[in-house]
């Protein structure tokens, strides 16, 4: 990894308010396991699904424009089809960073998210980086 991958992702994990987009409330689901792991580091996280009510008794909300707060990083856990539709939300809210899960990357959404001047992590998993979400 170059040193400004490395960069966004310290900054990103630095953030303590997230949303999930894609979150799942099935426990075998990245978008549950990084959901679950950002809860269990302490940050303040905000699932994201049209048609999930809640996760492990968090209220699941539909979009991020229904968020009480603007959450710090956007974690997209969504198919690359979707992602771009999420970043021109995230572009509309105005949104600092975005974490592409692998494979919610979609070349235009993250070319898109750039040129819109936003952070953008791909190519890495949150997961692996959790050990900095502690630190």
Known sequence: MNDNIINLIEDSVNQKV???VGVSQNKEKFGYKIFKSLKEAGYTVYPIHPS????DGVPC????????EKP?????????????????????????RVWFQPGAENKEAIEKAQKAGIKVVFN?????EKKNWCE
């Open 124 to 128: 890495a998993c949150a997961l692996v």
């Open 18 to 20: 997230w949303a999930v």
């Open 52 to 55: 999930v009510a809640a996760v």
């Open 72 to 96: 710090q990083v956007v974690d997209l856990v969504v198919p690359p089809s979707v992602a771009e539709k999420i970043i021109d939300e995230c572009i509309k809210e105005k949104i600092e």
């Open 61 to 68: 909300y539909a979009n991020l424009s229904a968020l009480p």
